[in-house]
Every structure is written in structure tokens, then in C-alpha cells.
């Protein structure tokens, strides 16, 4: 029998808005192939995060400097990314209001962007990538490609039960940044686009994993 040709290691990237389960599915998905995910998102809200710790503006110029001068690195596990600064752990002071209210200013910068995108490129496959635009702009050419959404109300459901927030408000600030992610933000067009509306968290993870494997196996 003739030797089957190898493929090259497998890139899964899972796009969508905000709060639509990226991370939490990413990281299932990644649990049970066996391999690290990258969350995007999280190096945008380091770079924020140093750029509101300098306490200059939130331009290109002031963000970027911090970031050259404090340079941080995203370690890919798989039960969760974490994000350092030398031997500092920044990963629990990337989801307070003030990133999250800055964020989607420094997620435009395209020096930020071009800054975000290599670090993820230096990773060796195969991972899942998380994101806006894994599928379109970071990994065009990885074999399988999805897309999560769901109505603002459901994600807003889902949020509320992780902070002590009312949901109008959590709703009405996911609208926000929705609107403020959208140039970056889009379905590739070979992404298969879920609703997870009606769908558990184990309900994503295993119609992805069934396409991930029909598609691994060629
Ligand atoms: N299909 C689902 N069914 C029920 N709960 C879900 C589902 N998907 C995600 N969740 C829950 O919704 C919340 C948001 O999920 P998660 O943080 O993974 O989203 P995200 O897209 O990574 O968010 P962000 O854009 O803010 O980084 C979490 O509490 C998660 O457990
Ligand atoms: N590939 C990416 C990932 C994230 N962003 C922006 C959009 C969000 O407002 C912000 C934080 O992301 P999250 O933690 O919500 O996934 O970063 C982006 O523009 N591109």
C-alpha cells in the first residue's frame, strides 16, 4: 500500500463576537485534541493594559513603546492562556473595566494588530486559535474554520452568571463592543457559522470536533 501523504500539523481557528464562548470552547476543543490554544484577545487586553499602566494616552505610539519596553508573552495551555510580563502574571488584570473599556480603542491600532499576529505566528502547529480574525487574516489557510454567534440577550444571560452585573447593562455593553469590533470581526468565508443560542457548552464543542475530525481525516 502506497504511504499516505502527511498533512501538516492541524491550526483550528473558532472566531465570533464577544462572549460568544470562544475561550470556553476553544479551550474544549483544545482539551480534547490534545493541543494548546492561543487566545488572541488576550495579548490585545495585555497591550491595553500596559498602555493604561503607563498612563499616557491610548495612541499607537504610547502603546506600542510599552510594549517594547515591558515585553509580555502568552502561554498557550490549553486549561486556559496566561499572559506574562517578565515574571509578573498579568492574566488576572486583563478582564477589569477599564481594559475592557479600552480595549477595542488598541484592538484598531494596525501596529498593535501587526505586533498581536506575530507573536501568534511564532507558535509551532497544531493549536486552536481564538479570536476576531484568526480564520480571515492570522491563519487563512488553516483546514477548519468556525465562527460562534448568539443573540446579545443570550451571551448577556451567560455573563451575568459569572458577575454580579445587571444583564440590561451587560447587554447594552456587549452591543458596544460588538459594533466597535466589527471591521475586524468577520466570518471567513469557508467558516462554518454556529448559533449557540440553543446549544450547550458540550453541544459546540462536539460539532466542532466532529467536523475537526472529518476534516483531519481528509
Ligand atoms: N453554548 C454555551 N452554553 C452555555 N454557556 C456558554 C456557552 N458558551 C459559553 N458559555 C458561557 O458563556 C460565558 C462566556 O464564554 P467565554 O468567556 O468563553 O466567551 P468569549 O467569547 O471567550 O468571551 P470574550 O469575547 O469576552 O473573550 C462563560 O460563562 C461560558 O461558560
Ligand atoms: N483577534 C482578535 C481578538 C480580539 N480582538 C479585540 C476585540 C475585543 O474587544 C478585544 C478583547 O477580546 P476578547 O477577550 O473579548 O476576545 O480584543 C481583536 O480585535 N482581534
Known sequence: MPASPSLPPLIV???????????????????ALGVPYLSSGLLYRAATLLGLEAGADLS????????????????????????????????ADLHSTAVDHGVSVVAVLPGVREWVNAQLREVAPPFVAEGRDMGTAVFPQAPAKFYLTASPRVRAGRRAQERPED??????ALIRR??????????????????TGPLDLAGVIGAILERVVAVDQG
Not at 463576537?17 to 483544545?30: I, R
Not at 444583564?167 to 447594552?172: K, L, N, R, S, T
Open 13 to 31: 481557528t473558532i472566531d465570533g463576537v464577544a462572549a460568544s464562548g470562544k475561550s470556553s470552547v476553544s479551550s474544549g476543543v483544545a482539551r
Open 60 to 91: 499607537e505610539a504610547a502603546v506600542l513603546e510599552a510594549l517594547h519596553t515591558h515585553p509580555v508573552r502568552l502561554e498557550p495551555l490549553a486549561q486556559g492562556n496566561r499572559v506574562w510580563q517578565g515574571e509578573r502574571d498579568l492574566t
Open 167 to 172: 444583564v440590561d447593562a451587560i447587554e447594552a
Open 178 to 195: 460588538d459594533e466597535l469590533d466589527r471591521v475586524q470581526s468577520a466570518p471567513a468565508p469557508d467558516a462554518v457559522v454556529i448559533d
